[in-house]
């Protein structure tokens, strides 16, 4: 009787054992779910990008998280079922491929990258290696440990993959982009890392090992997720950001621009004792070709006038609309004698330009005003000696290039 009422006692205590770890996977389970569920929702509220290859980003992002969520729940059907675990460790391999692939995809298009035939190519030729290399150790009936390396390298390849597309399309170091990078190679680490170590102290059976499963596919997620909501914010500021500086109509850098930049120019000039200079321009009788033509001929005056100063300057960025018809042309380490001549070839190439009105041709001309920068004088005060000259030159008969000399003030 004492036998038997211990052995009772042993199979009492190992169901319970049992029924806690079903317990604590089940809590694991809805926690998993519900951070899915947050992550999917959260992929709603990012900005939508106007870009119809961007805007795919999303949708391999929501998959990205839906594959992830059914490989966890193929991964804890083996603690329940014994049975299925053959079938729960296919499927939770084959899904955790799809869902690597599905965030590769993700980032492809979160860089304007249309999928390819050879991008898809390396995909499936990956699936077949790892899925073979599944069967071939299912086959030799290898150790389970050696299913799990297998898909920890086939994780990690997919991964420094995607690093390598980040690293390759962020030339100009952004912000935002280094950080998705980061997140990327941070994920890389902890499978590369975290996971092995887990595998030499879990048996893949126990519940433990469920548990860091759980805690390791959470905390790659959030930082996944954090790091493209990072890019894609990061992203929408600089296009606020060069929305607000640059002007609608022409699509040159504006008023604002300037105002943010010039200061630092020029005190950047000044410290290196670099000359600079400026050339303010605007269209002669601009107001009569309104009058006259219409503002639709009017602002096809303008835009042309400002692809024209734009083929010109070193740097598209140096061309400035001030206002109206008002442009104004910033010369970092330039001397007056060369704004001069800058000027004047400008100046030659607007006379080339012809406006059609539908009827006829409208011919345009322009009047230059040169300055060469004062460091020890504000930046209202060098636009100011650069308007004189303008004005000079309006009125020597326009169509004229006049530099700044102390005798205008």
């Not at 280094?178 to 092995?196: D, E, H, K, Q, R």
Request: glycine share 4%; hydrophobic share 50%.
């Amino acid at each position: 009787m004492d036998v038997q009422a211990s052995i009772l006692d042993a199979e009492n205590q190992c169901s319970k054992v049992k029924m806690n770890q079903y317990l604590i996977i089940h809590g694991e389970t809805f926690l998993f779910s519900v951070i899915s569920l947050i992550f999917l929702a959260f992929t709603f509220v990012l900005p939508r990008p106007n870009d119809n290859i961007k805007v795919k980003t999303m949708l391999y992002l929501r998959l990205y998280i839906v594959f992830g969520f059914f490989a966890h729940l193929f991964f804890g059907v083996r603690l329940f079922i014994e049975d299925m675990a053959v079938v729960s460790m296919w499927g939770y391999n084959i899904l955790t491929l799809f869902m690597m692939y599905s965030l590769l995809y993700a980032s492809l298009h979160r860089f304007a990258i249309k999928v390819s035939n050879p991008i898809r190519l390396i995909c499936l030729a990956h699936f077949l290696l790892v899925t073979g290399m599944h069967l071939l150790i299912q086959v030799m009936q290898w150790p389970t440990y050696f299913k799990q390396v297998n898909v920890i390298l086939g994780i990690a390849v997919i991964l420094m993959f995607n690093y390598g597309i980040i690293r390759q399309q962020n030339q100009d170091r952004q912000l935002g982009e280094n950080v998705f990078g980061f997140t990327i190679l941070l994920c890389s680490v902890i499978v590369l890392v975290a996971a092995p170590l887990m595998l030499v102290s879990f048996e893949p059976t126990e519940a433990h090992f469920f548990f860091i499963v759980t805690l390791i596919s959470i905390a790659c997620s959030s930082l996944i997720m954090f790091g493209f909501a990072v890019s894609i914010i990061h992203s929408l500021v600089r296009r606020l950001r060069r929305e607000m500086n640059t002007d609608r109509l022409t699509g040159v850098k504006n008023r604002n621009y300037f105002y943010d930049v010039a200061a630092q120019i020029l005190a950047y000039g000044s410290q290196l004792h670099q000359s600079a200079a400026i050339i303010i321009c605007d269209i002669d009788d601009f107001k009569q070709i309104n009058d006259n033509y219409g503002h639709i001929t009017g602002d096809l005056a303008l835009v042309s006038f400002a692809e024209c100063l734009q083929s010109k300057m070193p740097d598209e960025n140096s061309v400035i609309r001030l206002g109206g018809e008002e442009f104004l042309l910033l010369l970092p380490d330039s001397s007056a004698e060369t704004a001069m001549t800058m000027a004047e070839n400008i100046r030659q190439a607007v006379c080339d330009i012809e406006i059609d009105t539908g009827m006829q041709t409208v011919a345009i001309t322009a009047s230059f005003g040169v300055m060469a920068i004062d460091p020890n004088r504000s930046v209202d005060d060098n636009i100011s000696f650069a308007d004189k000259a303008l004005y000079k030159a309006k009125a020597m008969g326009k169509n004229q290039v006049v530099a700044f000399h102390p005798g205008m003030v």
